[in-house]
């Protein structure tokens, strides 16, 4: 199989700075060979993104050897952003700050958010406008409630996330935008969909992005990716799919041993 594969860690609000820093570390002292054709994308809290933005790019040029985002591609990512560049918006971050402390990345409407915060279409398609515009990839996740699955709702659903997240978005060809489908009720319950479930959405949604864009632009900007409850056991199976093209890992990539191995059964994929 020869395809780019990404993994990215959503590490939630789940470790201080120096349990994050320490994490870096452990996956960069195991991660062996050479640089992979997989892209590796962490997460940290919004406090903790500066430490692991050093920790991924060390300053001096004796530590280049533990420069883990040279040697390995990883990427530093944001868990969300706010659509405004600057201005009276307390609480709030931009993507020009994030931008500054070295992310190239940023999760929108994830369905933690959504829950909690309340977060609409409307807000998910402002971040996704501001993050294409203002230099980050965003990281779009969708999926459906268990609800929405029992009432036979759940492909409209998420092709309506989808359809609004994106509207009226025109893209140049050198952009980047991941969409994970990600159904709400399996999300930390340790029990994923079936990973052709997830093929048979990624397809849906790969028809949604056609209908808005040209055929090679889809394929050149997109990525469709799945997440809920990925581990070293089933992520071969899901990316072993044609329409997964990566996965976002929560609870498994806390630890860095079950993350180095989910990291390489996605690499064994590709030889
Ligand atoms: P999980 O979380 O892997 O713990 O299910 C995934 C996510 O919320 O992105």
């Known amino acids: 199989m020869n395809k780019e594969s990404i993994i990215i860690a959503n590490w939630k609000m789940s470790l201080n700075i120096q349990e994050s ?7 960069s002292k195991k991660q062996a060979g050479a640089k992979s054709q997989t892209e ?3 997460c940290p809290s919004f406090t903790a993104l500066q430490a692991v933005s050093n920790a991924l790019r060390p300053k001096s040029a004796s530590d280049l050897d533990s420069n883990i985002a040279a040697k390995f591609g990883t990427k530093l990512g944001a868990q969300d952003v706010f659509w405004e560049e600057k201005g ?6 931009s993507c020009l700050m994030l931008r500054e402390l070295g992310c190239e990345y940023v999760i929108i409407g994830h369905s933690e958010r959504r829950g909690y915060l309340n977060e609409t279409e409307e807000m998910v398609h402002k971040k996704v406008r501001a993050a294409l515009n203002l230099g980050l990839i965003p990281i779009i996740c969708v999926g459906e409630k268990f609800e929405e699955r029992q009432n036979s709702r759940k492909d409209q659903v998420v ?10 978005i025109l893209l140049p060809s050198a952009k980047r935008i991941i ?10 319950s340790g029990q994923a969909v079936e ?7 990624n397809k849906i949604i790969k028809n949604i992005l056609l209908e808005f864009y040209e055929a090679d632009l889809v394929a ?9 409850s990925i581990d070293s056991g089933n ?17 498994a990539s806390l630890k860095a041993e079950e993350f180095l191995e989910i990291v390489k059964k996605v690499e064994d994929l590709s030889i």
């Not at 820093?21 to 996956?27: G, N």
């Not at 009276?88 to 971050?93: D, L, R």
């Not at 050149?220 to 809920?228: D, P």
């Open 220 to 228: 050149k900007v997109f990525k469709t990716i799945y997440g809920g």
């Open 40 to 42: 590796i994308v962490l």
């Open 195 to 201: 990973p052709k479930e997830a093929e048979y959405t």
């Open 88 to 93: 009276a918006y307390t609480g709030e971050v």
């Open 179 to 188: 969409i994970a489908y990600e159904p709400v009720w399996v999300i930390g």
């Open 159 to 168: 092709a309506n996330q989808v359809a609004s997240a994106l509207e009226g």
């Open 235 to 251: 992520v071969a199976e899901f990316v072993g799919q044609e329409n997964v093209d990566g996965v976002l890992v929560g609870g």
């Open 21 to 27: 820093v320490d994490l870096v570390q452990a996956i």
